[in-house]
C-alpha cells in the first residue's frame, strides 16, 4: 500500500485527535517504553535502530500532509494540518523528538525504562504521543522475538555445557519462521531478533535486515542443503532410499552437513535405512547427515531414533560420559518451544546421549507466537512541561496495580552494586547511566553493529 509509506498514518486512529486534548501551554511531553513483566524476568532489547533508520529518517512531505487530510476527515478524525506543515518549514519535514534508548543487545531485568521520547520543539507537544503507535510496535516486537530466543538459548547452553559441547550454541536453534509470520517485515525484523542469539536461520529476510541496518559486513546468518517433503516423496515410497541417496550424491561432501527429512513414512524405518543400505555410502562421503523428524512426540520420538542410529553407526563417548554418535545428527523442527526443547534435551540425557547429538528449528511459535503482552510493553506519558513547570504524570488503576505507571523524566542505571534500575534524574547523579541518546532532530546519534549487539547480550547480568 503506497500509503503505508506515509508516517502521519503510522498511526492508531485516535492519535490524532490527541492535539487537540493537553492542557494549554503544554510545552514538552516526556514518555517512555518497558516492559511491565509478563513471560520471562529480563528482557534483549533490541529493533529500534531499524525503525529509525527506515522510518524516522524519512521526512514529512506535503504529499503526506494531503494524503493524510483526504483519508483522516472522512475517517471521522480531525486533522492537525497546521502542526505538520510547521514540522515542514520549521524543522524540514524531520521530526523533532529526542529518544534515548538502552544499548541493543542488553539484557534488562522487566519493570525499567527501555526507551525515552520527548519532543523538542514546544510547538509539537502533541508529538511524543503521536508516534506512541510506531514507536511501541518497533520496540516490543524485535525485543520479545530476541528475549525469547535468548532464554531458549540458555536452556540449550545449559544441557551442552553437562553433556556435550558449549562451542556448538550458535548453531542449535535455526529460524524456520519465515512463512509462519504475518508478513515479510515481521519475518525480517524477527528474523534478525533470533540472530541476535543464534546463527542459523532460513529466513533470509532476517539475515538481510542485519547487514541494512546494522552493518553487518559478514554474513550474519546460515543455512545448509535441506530435504522437504515435496522432494523426498516425488520419488515415491518404493523408492524412498534413492530420494536419500540422492540427497548424499547431490551434497554428501568431506565436512559438508545436509539435513534430510525423514519421517514422509516411517521415521523409524527410515532410520534403519541410513544406517543398513546406505551406511556405507555416509560413512564414505565424511559428510554429517542430519536427519529430520517431522511429527509425534518430540522427545519420544528424538530419543527413539537416537537410539536406533546409535545401534547402526555407534557412538564415542565425550569428556562428560555421553555419547556422541558417529557419522549422523538430528534435528528436531515440528512443534518446538521452550518447554519440549528442555523436555527432549533432558530425555536424551536421561538415556545417556549428549547434547551435540541435536539441533532445533523453530518456526511460527519462535516469530509469530508472541504479542504485545507476551512480555506487557507500555509507552506512557510520565511527565509534561506546561508553562515553563516540569510536572510529574501517572496512571494507578485500582483494578490492576499491574498497569500503575511510573513518574517523572526517568533514567536508567547500573548502581554501586551492578544492579540495573529506573530512577528519576536527580536520583541518576553518582550512577552509571544506560540511556543513549539515539535520535534527535532528525539525526540517528548511535549507530550500532550487529557484533556490538551480539557482544551485549553475552554480558553478565545482575537481577
Request: glycine share 8%; proline share 4%; hydrophobic share 40%.
Amino acid at each position: 500500500m503506497r500509503l503505508a509509506n506515509n508516517l502521519i498514518l503510522n498511526v492508531d486512529s485516535y492519535k490524532a485527535s490527541h492535539w487537540l486534548q493537553y492542557p494549554p501551554k503544554t510545552e514538552t511531553v516526556f514518555s517512555y517504553i518497558e516492559s511491565r513483566g509478563g513471560k520471562y524476568s529480563a528482557t534483549l532489547f533490541f529493533g529500534l535502530q531499524m525503525f529509525l533508520k527506515e522510518y524516522l529518517s524519512k521526512p514529512i512531505t506535503m504529499e503526506m500532509i494531503d494524503e493524510a487530510e483526504t483519508f483522516l476527515k472522512p475517517h471521522g478524525e480531525p486533522f492537525n494540518r497546521e502542526g505538520w506543515e510547521y514540522i515542514i518549514n520549521k524543522h524540514g519535514g524531520m521530526l523533532p523528538l529526542k529518544i534515548k534508548a538502552v544499548p541493543e543487545g542488553m539484557i534488562v531485568p522487566t519493570h525499567n525504562v527501555l526507551v525515552t521520547v520527548e519532543n523538542t520543539d514546544p510547538e509539537c507537544f502533541w508529538l511524543t504521543s503521536y508516534i506512541e503507535t510506531a514507536m511501541l510496535r518497533a520496540a516490543w516486537y524485535g525485543t520479545t522475538v530476541a528475549t525469547q530466543s535468548w532464554h531458549i538459548k540458555q536452556v540449550i547452553k545449559q544441557f551442552l555445557e553437562e553433556t556435550g559441547d558449549p562451542s556448538l550454541i550458535n548453531f542449535k536453534l535455526q529460524d524456520f519462521g519465515s512463512r509462519g509470520v504475518s508478513s515479510f517485515e515481521s519475518a525480517a525484523i524477527g528474523g534478525a531478533a533470533h540472530l541476535i542469539n543464534f546463527m542459523g536461520s532460513d529466513t533470509i529476510s532476517g539475515v538481510l535486515a542485519l547487514m541494512e541496518y546494522y552493518n553487518a559486513k559478514e554474513m550474519p546468518g546460515f543455512s545448509i542443503p535441506a530435504a522437504e517433503h515435496s522432494s523426498i516423496t516425488t520419488w515415491g515410497k518404493e523408492h524412498e532410499a534413492d530420494a536419500y541417496r540422492n540427497m548424499l550424491k547431490q551434497f554428501g561432501k568431506p565436512g559438508a552437513l545436509l539435513a534430510v527429512v525423514s519421517d514422509s513414512y516411517d521415521i523409524y524405518n527410515a532410520c534403519k535405512i541410513w544406517g543398513t543400505e546406505l551406511k556405507d555410502e555416509v560413512i564414505a562421503s565424511e559428510a554429517i547427515i542430519v536427519i529430520r523428524p517431522d511429527s509425534g512426540h518430540p522427545a519420544t520420538v528424538v530419543l527413539k531414533c537416537a537410539e536406533i542410529l546409535d545401534g547402526y553407526f555407534g557412538s564415542v563417548i565425550n569428556t562428560k560420559g555421553y555419547k556422541v554418535l558417529n557419522n549422523v545428527r538430528i534435528i528436531q523442527g515440528d512443534g518446538i518451544n521452550e518447554q519440549n526443547i528442555r523436555e527432549i534435551l533432558g530425555e536424551l540425557k536421561s538415556h545417556g546421549f549428549s547434547a551435540d547429538n541435536i539441533a532445533f528449528g523453530c518456526g511460527g511459535i519462535l516469530l509469530q507466537q508472541v504479542n504485545r503482552d507476551t512480555m506487557r510493553f507500555a509507552m506512557k506519558c510520565s511527565a509534561t512541561k506546561i508553562d515553563g513547570q516540569w510536572i510529574d504524570v501517572f496512571k494507578d488503576p485500582i483494578t490492576d496495580l499491574g498497569k500503575r505507571s511510573k513518574k517523572g523524566r526517568l533514567e536508567l542505571i547500573r548502581n554501586g552494586k551492578g544492579e540495573i534500575a529506573t530512577v528519576s534524574e536527580h536520583q541518576a547523579a553518582g550512577h552509571e547511566k544506560l540511556l543513549e541518546l539515539v535520535w534527535e532532530n532528525g539525526e540517528l546519534k548511535r549507530d550500532m553493529t550487529l557484533e556490538q549487539v551480539r557482544t551485549n547480550s553475552n554480558l553478565p547480568i545482575k537481577m
